[in-house]
C-alpha cells in the first residue's frame, strides 16, 4: 500500500506540469494591425488576434468576440455593440467586425476567446481603438491660420517662413469622462495642453499630395484636460508652403501659408459634450 501511494503521488506529480503545459491564451490583439489605434476611418474594423501555447499543433476551430461601448459593459460580458457568439472559423487575422454600425469619435472595447484543439481558451485581455471622424460634417472647426508674410519674414527668391503659433484658452465647468482630439497642421503641426506635447509624433502629419488627400491625427487628451486650459499649436512649412521656388531646377507645389484644423471633443460624466 505504501507503495502504490509513492506510484499515485510521483504520477500526479507528472501530471501538474503537463496540465500547465496544455495551456493556451489569446494575445497579440490588434486592430488594423495596430494596438489600441485612435481615430481608424474604417467603418468595420478588421481584428486580429493570436493562439500562445508551449504545446505543438494547437490550433483554432472557433473564436467569440466581444465588443462593448465601455470597458465596464466589457468586464460583464455585455457586447452592446457586437456579440459574435461562437463562430466555428480558424481565422484570427482580418476578422471584420460584424456589429452595429459605428459613428465618429465612438470608442470601442473588445476581447475574444477561442476554441481550440486543446480545449477553450479564457478571455484575453481587453483591447480598444476609437473612430475618427467619418464625414465632413464631422468637423466642427474650420481652417485657419494668416494667409501672408510677417514683417520678419521673406516671400522672395530668398525666402523664409518663420513658424506660426497658435494658442487658445478655455475652462471647463464639468467632470470630464473622456476628451478626444483630432488635428490636421499643414504641413507640419505640434500639439501642446497645458505645456504637455500631445502625441510622440515628428513630422507629422504625414505628407501627401495635398490637391487629394489630407491626413489627420486623433488622441486621447483626458488626463491632460483641467478646469483652465491652454492648447497650442505650432505650425511649419513642411512641404504645404515650399520655399526658394527659384533655386530648384523642377518647381514644387505650393499649396499656400501653413494652416490648422482642429477639433477637441469633451464628453461628460453627465452624458453631455
Partial sequence: MHNNKLIYAFLFALLLPLAAWAKVDVTYLRTEQMVNPMGIDAETPRLSWRLVSAERNVMQTAYHVLVASSLEKLNKNEGDLWDSGKVNSDASIWVSYAGKALKSNVRCYWKVKSYTTRGETGWSEPAHWSMGLLSENNWKGRWIGYDGTFPWDSDTQWSRLSAR?????????????QATVHISGLGLYEL???GHKVGDQVLAPAPTDYRKTVLYNSFDV???LQSENA???TLGNGRFYTMRQNYKPYKIPNFGYPKMRLNLIVEYTDGTS
Fill in 222 to 224: 483626458t488626463s491632460l
Fill in 231 to 233: 492648447v497650442g499649436v
Fill in 165 to 177: 503659433y497658435l494658442r487658445k484658452e478655455f475652462k471647463l465647468g464639468k467632470t470630464v469622462k
Fill in 192 to 194: 501642446y495642453i497645458n
